[in-house]
Nanobody, 122 residues
Framework: QLQASGGGLVQAGGSLRLSCAAS???????MGWFRQAPGKEREFVAA????????NYADSVKGRFTISRDNAKNTVYLQMNSLKPEDTAVYYC??????????????????WGQGTQVTVSS
């Protein structure tokens, strides 16, 4: 029900924009982006509230990544600038169960996209 796209190969310092399209209405749910690098656990990247008014970021991406959403299009975006080789990972979008659940925990999300690969070369 969530389709992530926009990944690819980019040089360090470059930019990519990821999209996550929902096949069902998700406008009343917060959304998040997570990533998983080879051999590492899945980690939180960014989250956005249902209205888009509140955003949260992992320290490692703060100031470089921007999460946004268009509820009319049922789509969430992750604009990634100043990319670094350590940003290389599979990126997943997910739907947050409700605001009572912490935005940075995997268990707070119920539906997940299939992931899109981001590779940053040095």
């Amino acid at each position: 029900q969530l389709q992530a796209s926009g990944g690819g190969l980019v040089q360090a310092g470059g930019s990519l924009r990821l999209s996550c399209a929902a096949s069902t209405t998700f406008s009343n749910h917060g959304m998040g982006w997570f990533r998983q690098a080879p051999g590492k656990e899945r980690e939180f990247v960014a989250a956005i509230s249902w209205s888009g008014a509140i955003t949260n970021y992992a320290d490692s991406v703060k100031g470089r990544f921007t999460i946004s959403r268009d509820n009319a299009k049922n789509t969430v975006y992750l604009q990634m600038n100043s990319l670094k080789p350590e940003d290389t990972a599979v990126y997943y979008c997910a739907r947050r169960i409700n605001p009572a659940h912490a935005y940075d925990l995997i268990g707070s999300y119920d539906y997940w996209g299939q992931g899109t690969q981001v590779t940053v070369s040095s």
